[in-house]
């Protein structure tokens, strides 16, 4: 499994951001082969971020080009700055 990890300064309301990704990004997402899983977090203070999972490498890469892509092109105005971005392999994995 692969997981991607943005993190993003957030200059608008985290609630209107929440509604336009689940709008137009998760459907994107969703749609790449190999998509688990994608949740999105509020830290506060105009921080938050975004997690999605992946089976595939390849899959983790496409979704983090397409994802880029859809917020310069949908949300500057809530993340005005490009986000910070980790990708990697999933080392220890536990659900409940």
């Known amino acids: 499994m692969f997981v991607v ?3 993003y300064q957030i200059t608008g309301s985290f609630d ?3 509604r336009r990704v689940e709008q137009g990004l998760v459907p994107i ?4 082969p190999g998509f688990r899983s994608y949740y999105t977090f509020d830290c506060g203070n105009g921080t938050g971020g975004s997690i999605s999972i992946f089976e595939t490498e390849k899959a983790a890469v496409t979704s983090n080009e397409q994802a880029v892509d859809w917020v310069r092109k949908n949300l500057t105005e809530i993340l005005p700055e ?3 971005i980790l990708v ?3 080392g220890v994995t536990v659900s409940v």
């Open 82 to 84: 490009p986000p910070e």
């Open 88 to 90: 990697g392999e999933t």
């Open 5 to 7: 990890i943005r993190k």
């Open 16 to 18: 209107e951001l929440t």
């Open 29 to 32: 997402l969703k749609a790449v």
